[in-house]
């Protein structure tokens, strides 16, 4: 039996026939799930000659009249759907950087019957910073939906147990970067630099491939796949962007 085919009996066999009944007329979930099984397929990103990433953050967008009509199944079809794409993967030797994630979204340009998808890979962070600590620093680092806190000297990032914050990224290394913070004087801002660790990929900033740079409100930093973004509390008039050293 194929992965499809048992998408199909557990989402019968758990809520009776009742989703099949009201898709009728409509969009059906196996094609929901075939759709995203192919997504995996046309985005896989060659790791290693046996392992490949692929994206685990998808938006599945409906029209308003097929999106009403999942409401009450969301969660069930969001949860079977997931486990699909798990057993796809693993078949596969496909490698997610986080959890997998699954929303669905109205979208008012698509008819009765259609949708699309978007998927992303975004990979999971974490830090030891507690949200007080976010609420009061004067500077944080966006990553994938976290905030973490920048206070000096500053933090590392990177894919290993002994970074500050770590990221799940296969193209970041285990030590990929650091932000060094000086504290502002005299109600000033405080100021932001990021080194590279000497790591695999290096570091784009605002788009730019540099080795080091200070930054500013809003700046960029890519690190493998994932964006990681400054934001400076109460930052005045400082005009976003960065200035190599």
Do not use: C
């Amino acid at each position: 039996m194929g992965g499809l085919e048992r998408f199909e009996r557990r989402l019968e066999s758990m809520i009776s026939g009742a989703f099949a009944r009201t898709f009728r007329s409509a969009v059906q979930p196996v094609e929901i799930a075939a759709a995203l099984e192919r997504e995996l397929d046309n985005n896989a990103q060659i790791l290693s000659r046996d392992r490949r990433l692929v994206p685990n953050d998808f938006h599945v967008e409906l029209a308003p009249t097929d999106l009403q009509r999942l409401a009450p199944y969301d969660s069930t079809l969001a949860r079977e759907l997931s486990q699909t794409l798990q057993e796809h993967a693993q078949a596969q030797s496909y490698v997610f950087p986080g959890p997998v994630k699954i929303d669905f979204e109205p979208a008012t340009d698509l008819t009765t019957g259609r949708f699309r998808i978007r998927s992303a890979a975004q990979a999971e962070v974490s830090g030891s910073a507690t949200p007080t600590q976010v609420g009061r620093a004067q500077a944080v680092l966006e990553i994938n939906g976290t905030q973490h806190p920048l206070t000096p000297p500053g933090v590392v990032i990177g894919r290993g147990s002994d970074a500050d914050i770590r990221i799940n990224d296969p193209g970041i290394s285990r030590r990929h970067a650091e932000f060094l913070v000086t504290a502002g004087r005299d109600g000033q801002p405080p100021q932001v630099e990021v080194h590279d660790l000497g790591s695999t990929n290096g570091l784009l900033v605002d788009g730019r491939k540099v080795p080091r740079a200070t930054l500013r409100e809003g700046t960029e930093v890519r690190a493998g796949t994932t964006v990681i973004r400054l934001r400076i509390v109460d930052a005045g008039p400082i005009a976003g962007g960065w200035s190599g050293v």
